[in-house]
């Protein structure tokens, strides 16, 4: 007779944990700001920006506005990207990415992914291209919007190959990869222009909504300065079309306190993964890591033929699990039938949506957790996936 392991219950977040864990240092951060009297932006904001430049690439600029599908926007808008133009994505993203190429006025045209990776196939991405470019209507794709999806960078030296030869502008969505990494540089650090999400749950996360953008161009990071502020050069005089985006002071505040740890939760987020990958790789397909890649696993997902079997044995072990995503942006009500397809459809798109699945994946996870994670996945002698 085997011993009874302790199991226990483990949900896909537990975000209560972000302010139990660092609670005397939020108080610190938002008492400082409500006595301050200064609410939109300040010196919170400004000393935020500097931070956060400074993890991810000293000295490039950036621009913190109000969520993550505004950074993709405001990004594009500040590259001059705008009605008429088309911008190369894929479909296998969250539905964010596209919003915000179509908020800007400009048409998506979805190119699949790699299967290994979940992320652009740079190859499918020159064939659109070619052919788009002999084709009667000639569109003029003017940027690509590439997803370092779940935390896993794209094929860097790939993309800045393609967007070279064909004079395209390169917006890394860095939404999920805050602190990912290739040749031992951040990603955020290689296109025109990259975009981040602070959303609660992502690798860099906020008590609300907010985002930010690295720009390569300091002009591209005056415009857009311009832009998140009603298109103001000067208090009350707009010299462009602009918005209201910005990231509020309590925000940033709260956004400095968790930049202090974000370098030690990524690495408990590595250590997690290696369990993961040592217990969990003989079945079933764990993350696939390229070459010179560090990846940030904002989300553990692996890939399975029967998933919903997978997930309800794991289900019944009381472990939750998640689908990102289950239905591609082209197959979505809102897209379905009206948006511009890459070369040679979506096959790989199609079969990650039918097989991905996001196990429990973030820093305050305990032993006990990562354990019942595990045995909640594996088959035992009494059942078999
Ligand atoms: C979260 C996310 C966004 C949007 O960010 P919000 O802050 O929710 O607006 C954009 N792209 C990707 C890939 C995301 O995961």
Known sequence: ???????????????????????????????????????????????????????????????????????????????????????????????????????????????????????????????????????????????????????????????????ERYGVQLLEDCAQAHGASFKGRKVGSFGAAAAFSFYPTKNLGAFGDGG??????????????????????????????????????LQAALLRVRMRHIDEEIEVRRKIAARYNHDLREFLEVPFLRAQCEHAYHLYVIRHAEREKLRARASSRGVSTAIHYPAPVHMQRAYAGRLRIGAGGLDATERAAREVLSIPMHPFLTDIEVESVIRGLRADERSSV
């Open 1 to 163: 007779m085997t011993a009874v392991l302790e199991s226990v219950d483990v949900p896909m977040m537990a975000l209560g944990r972000v302010y139990q864990r660092y609670r005397s240092e939020f108080d610190a951060a938002w008492q400082r700001v409500m006595e301050r009297g200064t609410y939109v932006l300040g010196s919170e904001v400004e000393a935020f920006e500097e931070e956060f430049s400074a993890w991810c690439d000293p000295g490039r600029p950036v621009v913190s506005v109000a969520s993550g599908t505004d950074a993709v926007l405001l990004a594009l808008r500040s590259l001059g990207i705008g009605p008429g133009d088309h911008v190369a994505t894929v479909s296998h993203t969250a539905v964010a990415t596209v919003a915000a190429i179509e908020l800007a006025g400009a048409v998506p045209i979805l190119i699949d992914i790699e299967p290994r990776t979940f992320t652009i196939d740079v190859q499918k991405l020159e064939d659109t291209l070619n052919q788009l470019q002999s084709g009667p209507s000639r569109p003029k794709v003017r940027a690509v919007v590439p997803v370092h999806l779940y935390g896993h960078p794209c094929d860097i030296d790939g993309l800045l190959g393609v967007c």
């Open 212 to 249: 930010a953008i690295t720009f390569s161009d300091e002009r591209h990071a005056q415009t857009c300065r311009a832009l998140r502020q009603y298109g103001w050069r000067e208090r009350y005089f707009s010299d462009l079309a602009g918005f209201n985006s910005r990231l509020d002071e």
